[in-house]
């Protein structure tokens, strides 16, 4: 496959989506003009799959590697687990030209990219994502962050990594749960972007699901679309980059009120979308067909289309910690029509009424 390209000046990056790129990350960071000591972020199950392979790459390229091993899971994605990693750099004694390199899914991309961008005030970081919901989303973009609290991502950065490298063979051992929740994510690039693309994907679902060819396609137009819209608005400054937003509103106050691990991010993202399509509808911003469509396909790819029983006044005090707030009002992306998005603020009163 071609390679895809954020494009961001000095800070842009490649995202290379090959099968057995795993085994050639060293020399394509040497390529890169990388080398010296390495440090790979990873948790006990990844890293019981995959990262001996990785770890050879480096070798064979000639850096000096080494593994951090935090706990798998979104709630260790938090300061304290950051601090290891601070404790790990330094012990090895990693240098500004040292490379990180994150192999996991979301939690460890994020949790590594914030560490990187925050040691020795930045250090060069890659993604090598092994999740999908990973390789089509987070991997990419550079937003990195752990979780408080009060909410998720709510400590974190805009750091860019070096490079994305996507094998999708991985996916073949990845748990059948996280292939549908990274479909989640696949699913809001169609709503928000690409009629077409959704419509490929209203009619490839079972294969998708089975990581058929079509996965490929699916992962591919998936980037693109994350690529354009990051390079157009790296820091969410102008509203383009908000779009990528369509559901997390919702999902990220779902995620905190059940508690962090009960539901995947991706289910929650599902869940929001869902939710976010009937406030447009309700708002005259699009017409329902729109919000079935969306549901049909959720649930089409085992996913989950109805909201878990919350207090709507819990929903809402969860939403004001959003980092999408803005001077007290909620920013929501809200649909026009599949393939159209909009930005728009929400009162209160507006989420009560129709949360009731």
Sequence with gaps: MPTIRVELGPRSYPIEIERGILDHVGERLVEAGLEGRAAVVTNPLVGGLYNKRLLSSLKKAGFDAFTITIPDGEEYKTLSEASKIYDALIEHRMERSSPVVALGGGVIGDITGFAAATYLRGVPYVQVPTTLLAQVDSSVGGKTAVNHKKGKNLIGSFYQPAAVYIDPDVLNTLDERDVRSGMSEVVKYGVIRDAEFFRFLEANAEN???????????????????????????????????????GHTFGHAIETLSGYGTFKHGEAVSIGMVMAAALSVRLGLCEAELGDRLQVLLASLGLPVKPPALNAASIIEALRHDKKVASGRLRFVLARGVGSVVLRDVTEDEIEEFLS
Excluded: P, Q
């Design 208 to 246: 998708l699901l089975k990581l058929k060819d079509e996965i490929l396609t699916a992962i591919k137009r998936s980037c693109e679309i994350k690529a354009e819209v990051v390079s157009a608005d790296e820091r969410e400054e102008t509203g383009v980059r908000a779009v990528l937003n369509f």
